[in-house]
């Protein structure tokens, strides 16, 4: 059964200490692997997409690197607006569907 | 501003009820979405909608049917609720295969059923 499992489920950090976040996902043809941003009271909003391991991206702060089984949400010297909820998602096979993950919760403290 | 919005952002209702959740995106997308978000932050697919094809995960109860009066509109009616109902709603876009630029999604409605 295609699975993406995030960890971890929550993660607090101070100003300027830099992590990662970690997707591992398990299915039959990746299409695509998909980064989100969740701040409280809205919908995802869409960071990047990965298609082939090896492959990596940057905006800001965030780098996200992608393997054959998991995916790396690393982020450089974190900020207190960087505390959102990151979600995965992939995309494999014939079906366009999303498979999800259930987050991580990013704490940044000041 | 080009978005996707939905409306209510809140709705109580008694158990029995039904209601609808509006959707419009005005971002010439072709296809559209309804998406459930239990309190575990789990996004489950319910539908996708385009012109051509509506696709319902089969979990989905009967009682929830989208209709899409045009191809920016994809509004979610809910017949008879349960307290199981009880959920936050997103509607999201995207085009064809949304692998590029990702799904775009509606701030969501928090549905409780009481």
């Known amino acids: 059964e295609d699975q993406v499992t995030q960890s971890p489920e929550a993660l607090r950090l101070q100003e300027g200490e830099s992590s990662s976040l970690n997707c591992s996902y398990t299915v039959s043809g990746l299409r695509g692997l998909f980064w989100y941003r969740q701040d409280p009271g809205k919908g995802p909003e869409f960071l990047f997409t990965l298609y082939s391991a090896g492959e990596e991206k940057e905006k800001e702060r965030l780098k996200a690197t992608l393997t054959k089984k998991e995916s790396f949400l690393h982020i450089t010297a974190p900020k207190p607006e960087d505390s959102a909820t990151y979600l995965c998602?992939?995309?494999?096979?014939?079906?366009?569907?999303?498979?999800w993950g259930a987050g991580t919760k990013l704490i940044i403290k000041p | 501003d080009t978005a996707v919005s939905q409306t209510p952002k809140y709705l109580v209702t008694q158990m029995g009820n039904d209601k609808s959740i509006k959707c419009e995106q005005n971002l010439g997308h072709d296809t559209m979405y309804w998406y459930k978000q239990d309190s575990k932050k789990f996004l489950k697919i319910m539908f996708s909608?385009?012109?051509?094809?509506?696709?319902i995960n089969e979990t989905v109860p009967n009682r929830f049917s989208p209709k899409s009066p045009d191809k920016a509109h994809l509004n979610l009616h809910i017949n008879s609720l349960e307290l199981g109902d009880s959920a936050v709603y997103f509607c999201?876009?995207?085009?064809?295969?949304?692998?590029?630029?990702?799904?775009?999604f509606g701030s969501g409605t928090r549905l409780t059923v009481v």
């Open positions: 998602a992939v995309q494999a096979g014939s079906n366009y569907q999303l498979i």
């Open positions: 909608y385009n012109n051509k094809e509506l696709i």
């Open positions: 999201a876009s995207s085009s064809p295969a949304g692998l590029t630029n990702g799904y775009t």
